[in-house]
């Protein structure tokens, strides 16, 4: 799927493919459509909050007899939280993990659609210098005049941080 190319000495890894984009305030985030399970309207479902766990992380919900966390995007990116609305979805992503797999729930503004994007849609990340980390942004993609922020949902919460959250579920 992802293909290697060399640009001025540098290796850009191109990730085409189809994302399920989402809304986080006025912007459009992109997660491939393979790690997406299920997505989940937040209305009438129950989460509680877990002690001592990160900011971002707004507890763990029963979805069909499995506890999986739940965690705030808007928190994660350090935006500020809003009030949900009919249209705040929870969308449950597979996270890759040495041991094997992770159920973890992204609570975002709204979820848009299903896109596919081609390598010739994708630009590299930003450089925003050395002291932001911005490895879980996989590339800005052009689609239908739309600038999409294609994450790497894996890289989007560190391996110490999933750590945590696997604790909880």
Do not use: W
């Given at each position: 799927?992802?293909?290697?190319?060399?640009v001025?000495?540098?290796?850009?890894?191109?990730?085409?493919?189809?994302?399920?984009?989402?809304?986080?305030?006025?912007?459009?985030?992109?997660?491939?459509?393979?790690?997406?399970?299920?997505?989940?309207?937040?209305?009438?479902?129950?989460?509680?909050?877990?002690?001592?766990?990160?900011?971002?992380?707004?507890?763990?919900?029963?979805?069909?007899?499995?506890?999986?966390?739940?965690?705030?995007?808007?928190?994660?990116?350090?935006?500020?939280e809003?009030?949900?609305?009919?249209?705040?979805?929870?969308?449950?992503?597979?996270?890759?993990?040495?041991?094997?797999?992770?159920?973890?729930?992204?609570?975002?503004?709204?979820?848009?659609?299903?896109?596919?994007?081609?390598?010739?849609?994708?630009?590299?990340p930003?450089?925003?210098?050395?002291?932001?980390?911005?490895?879980?942004?996989?590339?800005?993609?052009?689609?239908?005049?739309?600038?999409?922020?294609?994450?790497?949902?894996?890289?989007?919460?560190?391996?110490?941080?999933?750590?945590?959250?696997?604790?909880?579920?």
């Open positions: 799927m992802a293909e290697g190319l060399v001025e000495n540098t290796t850009v890894v191109t990730h085409e493919g189809k994302y399920l984009t989402f809304l986080l305030g006025k912007e459009v985030y992109g997660i491939s459509i393979m790690k997406v399970r299920e997505i989940v309207g937040i209305a009438g479902m129950e989460i509680h909050h877990v002690p001592n766990t990160p900011s971002y992380a707004k507890g763990v919900m029963k979805l069909r007899d499995k506890v999986i966390p739940v965690v705030s995007m808007r928190r994660r990116f350090i935006m500020e809003i009030e949900y609305s009919e249209r705040t979805c929870i969308v449950v992503v597979d996270i890759s993990l040495d041991q094997g797999n992770l159920l973890i729930g992204v609570v975002v503004d709204s979820v848009s659609e299903v896109m596919s994007v081609t390598r010739q849609d994708i630009e590299p930003p450089r925003f210098g050395t002291k932001l980390d911005t490895d879980y942004i996989l590339g800005m993609a052009k689609v239908k005049g739309e600038v999409i922020i294609l994450l790497d949902i894996d890289k989007v919460i560190s391996a110490e941080e999933l750590k945590v959250l696997e604790t909880v579920s």
